[in-house]
């Protein structure tokens, strides 16, 4: 039988790239969507030709805390079991700190950082239970360095980064390794948002002067998913071109 990921904001940038290589995979990918935006999610899913086994269109609000409880405890009785989970989800709203409203703090947060607690907490009882478990935090090199108009977000990224680690130590025994990667500057809707003039400054700080594409940040996924993987755990791993070297 095939494994089965939830992979949340999985109709984004990012989400489709590592949606379309676990898939390639084999794996079966519970794909999480805003509930917002369900047309537009059916619409990704039509255009992507996913048959039903290969894809499951899901519905999750991921900062509703009761939403992903009830959700995710009827989705673990329909399909008995998830394997690995890829916190994926996320927004920017980037401003100067002077600027930031306190909705622009609160959304960024609570998209990208009190998510873990709503999904991973209904799924992570299950995880240990079963052992052989994977969950994957996407989350930035800005979580890492910190940046310039993203105090939200390098906030709720570097908070990722910290509960990767704590849960590890936790996932450990049983088998549930909790692995973050860290994505430089990718080409998705997420960057290129940013104003030309700044994001070629951006580009041209970028050892490699260009880039992510979306697939090599899934290869890190599937990488850490894999079985291969099972004695990684707590690790971050970058996937930037350079742009942060220790
Ligand atoms: N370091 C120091 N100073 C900087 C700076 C930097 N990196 N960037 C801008 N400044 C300075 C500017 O030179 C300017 O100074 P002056 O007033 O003296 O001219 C001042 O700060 C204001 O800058 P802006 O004109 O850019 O201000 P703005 O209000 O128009 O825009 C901003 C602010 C929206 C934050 C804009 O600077 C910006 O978009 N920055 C890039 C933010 C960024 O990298 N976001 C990443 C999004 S993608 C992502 O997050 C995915 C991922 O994980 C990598």
Redesign the pocket.
């Known amino acids: 039988m095939s494994k089965k990921v939830l992979v949340t904001g999985a109709n984004g940038g990012m989400g489709s790239a590592i949606t379309e290589a676990l898939v390639k995979k084999g794996y079966r990918v519970i794909a999480s969507y805003y509930p917002k935006i369900e047309a537009e999610a059916k619409e990704w899913f039509k255009q992507n030709n996913y048959s039903d086994d290969q894809v499951r269109l899901f519905p999750l609000d991921v900062t509703d805390t009761a939403y992903c409880k009830e959700a995710i405890a009827t989705l673990l009785q329909e399909e008995g079991y998830i394997d690995v989970l890829v916190n994926n989800a996320g927004i920017?709203r980037?401003?100067?700190f002077k600027?930031m409203s306190v909705e622009q703090w609160n959304d960024v947060i609570n998209t990208n950082l009190n998510s873990l607690y709503n999904v991973t907490h209904p799924l992570f009882g299950a995880m240990c239970e079963h052992g052989n478990a994977r969950i994957i935090n996407i989350t930035?090199?800005?979580g890492l360095k910190g940046?310039?108009?993203?105090t939200n977000?390098s906030a709720a990224?570097a908070g990722m980064i910290g509960f990767t680690k704590a849960l590890a130590a936790e996932g450990a025994r049983s088998g549930v390794t909790v692995n973050a990667i860290a994505?430089?500057?990718?080409g998705t809707a997420?960057?290129e948002?940013?104003?030309p003039e700044?994001l070629e400054g951006?580009k041209a700080e970028v050892p490699m002067k260009r880039l992510a594409r979306p697939a090599e940040i899934a290869a890190a996924v599937t990488f850490l998913a894999s079985d291969e993987a099972a004695y990684i755990t707590g690790e971050t791993l970058s996937v930037n071109g350079g742009l942060y070297m220790r």
Request: net charge positive; aromatic share 12%.
């Open positions: 920017t980037d401003t100067t600027r930035s090199v800005n940046q310039f108009g993203q977000y990224k994505p430089g500057y990718t997420m960057v948002a940013i104003k700044i951006i």
